[in-house]
């Protein structure tokens, strides 16, 4: 990594991990927040993961891979899941348990409604039943800026 990459808050994204792989997660432990948004346009983004991070690093609980989930479950708000490596005392905490198919996408996110749908067509193609659609925004708006690729990787629940 070079020194200018280094001061940059989100690490470069390797999509190979994640494209069309299967993740198996076992009660893996998430600090969980909550996103205002306007028709899934996300207003404190930045508030709630700044807050969010500090808590984190307060409790030295930052994870070996930093993975953010959002769950888009309402056109006014969506869920935040930041990995975890240990319960942070006084801070809402989750795990999430399952399968999931992974698929990574790249480009502006005006494509997010083919992106679904896509990962709908892939998830049955696999002969799976869709449980539930999380979404891995793999860098913050600066730093995929910097690096010059937006990726985001679809997370369909399976079990």
């Known amino acids: 990594m070079s020194m200018q990459e280094s001061t940059e808050c989100c690490p470069r994204f ?20 909550r996103v205002r948004s306007l028709f899934h346009i996300p207003l404190n983004f930045g508030a709630v993961m700044t807050r969010s991070m500090a808590a984190i690093k307060a409790a ?3 994870p070996d891979e930093m993975v953010i989930l959002s769950d888009e ?7 935040v899941y930041i990995a975890i490596s240990k319960d942070i005392p006084g801070a809402k905490t989750t795990t ?24 709908n067509s892939f998830v049955k193609s696999e002969g799976k039943p869709l449980q539930k659609l999380y979404f891995f925004y793999t860098t913050c708006p600066k730093c ?3 690096y010059g690729k937006n990726y985001v990787v679809l997370l369909a629940k399976t079990n």
């Open 14 to 33: 390797e999509p190979a991990p994640w494209n069309d792989k299967t993740v198996t997660w076992e009660n893996k432990l998430f600090l969980k927040d």
């Open 60 to 62: 030295g609980a930052a």
């Open 144 to 146: 995929a800026q910097k």
């Open 73 to 79: 479950n309402s056109p006014w708000g969506a869920d």
């Open 96 to 119: 999430l348990s399952g399968t999931f198919l992974s698929r990574v996408f790249e480009g502006p996110f005006q494509n997010m409604r083919k992106w679904i749908e896509e990962m």
